[in-house]
């Protein structure tokens, strides 16, 4: 075990020495016993020496109970044997932060605690046991867990093959600060992509601030991005933060970012230059961490070749594109998403619908949803309010649905079809040749699998 210089005794030293008694050491004990982190000292052979009132509070058990047993018997962790915070930081010779760790208390409860863990030194460099503090963060841990049940993967339903292609690509962002663009139509679940995406990365704990661009007049959208100082306009009676500040460490999800004006462009992109802005009215830059998913529902790239998106801009936030399909073109997932909302309206409204009609069904599946998933939960939604059974009858639906005649495709629909195979060539084409290429490369910034470029540059014919 590495030595450390001579050091001056701490109180620790001595309770553990059993040179000072902590309980007649008054003032140790009372600075102990005010914080509220747990706080156990622990001699070479992993007997607990001290435990304060705090560890008491958090694992149920009195200091009577534990002083002089083995730490392992008390906190029953899973990782007690192989990855012990204080084992570890008794090998590398300093403290070890920030562990998460999930014990069971008195009541044999599961609970999380964060472990932070040092050595303890004697006056000779030789180390003398251990110190651990902790604090109990099960509740942020069941936040977290719910926010995943609400969010996670679990939660974005779909099976169908366009699906499997966006969990491919989901799969190679997990864990990654990406930029990432989120194309789709609207309801298509851009959003929830962008949870999932924020919840399984290495920000999860940090921030995740949310803001549609389209939904506010650029000067409005300016102050709430970017926050403004007192004075900056007639109203600006204070300071005010804007999302970047708020989402500092974290993560900003722009919803309809094509939407945003010249002037915000310009600053959106020095953000990402250059990881600072000035709030409105003040000319201090402030550094912020955030890492910026975008969304929209319109063709970024024809923006672009029409001048009314930076090119740049474009580039710095399609670093890694993800497609969502529309839900006429995956219509084998309709069926599942229909029992997920049964499962979730049922929970909420205190029901017990057990499914829909097989007439019911075939309407759903044959209808083209313009609004995607999202107008499939309100029409279930609706559906829920009038049923009166346990089953959704066509009677329950919403009457545009209802009444909607079968999707067919017409002469019109297979020339617009014609014209889009077109476009879409052309925007491959243009993206290989990008890529010099590459294929990996050009399939990933069109958020398509290699597969699937493969495939349509068979069906187009595309060569080198
Ligand atoms: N694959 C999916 N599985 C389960 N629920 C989904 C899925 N896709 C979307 N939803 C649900 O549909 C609703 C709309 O999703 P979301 O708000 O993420 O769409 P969006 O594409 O961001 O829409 P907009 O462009 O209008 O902002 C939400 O309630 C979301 O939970």
Redesign the pocket.
Known sequence: MPGKPAARYTAFEHAIRGEINMENNQFCEAILNSISEGVMTLDRDWRIASWNRAAEHITGFHREEVLGKECMTIFRAALCREHCPVDKALSCGHPYHDVEIAIHNKRNELIHLMVNAAPLYDSNGQIIGGLETFRDVSQNYWMREELKAQ?GYA????RSEP?KIVYDILESLLGTDTTVL?Q????????????ALHFYGPRKDRPFVAI?CSALPEGVLETELFGHVKGAFTGAIRNHAGKFELANGGTLFL??IGEISPAIQVKLLRVLEEREFQRIGDNRNIKVDVRLIT???KDLYRKVLDSSFRDDLYYRLSVFPVN?PPLRERKE?IRL?IG??IRKFNKQMGKSIQGIADQVLEILEAYPWP????E??NAIEHSFVHCKGVLIHHSDLPQNIASAPPVTVSRGAQRAQGKLDLVERELIVKELERAHWKKALAARRLGMSRATLWRKMDKYGIAK
Do not use: P
């Open positions: 969010y939660n974005i339903v779909g699906m989120i789709g139509e609207s309801g298509t679940g851009k959003e929830l992509i962008a949870r549609n919803d309809e969304a929209t529902n969502l997932d998403l997920y909302f609004g995607n998933v999202r499939l939960a």
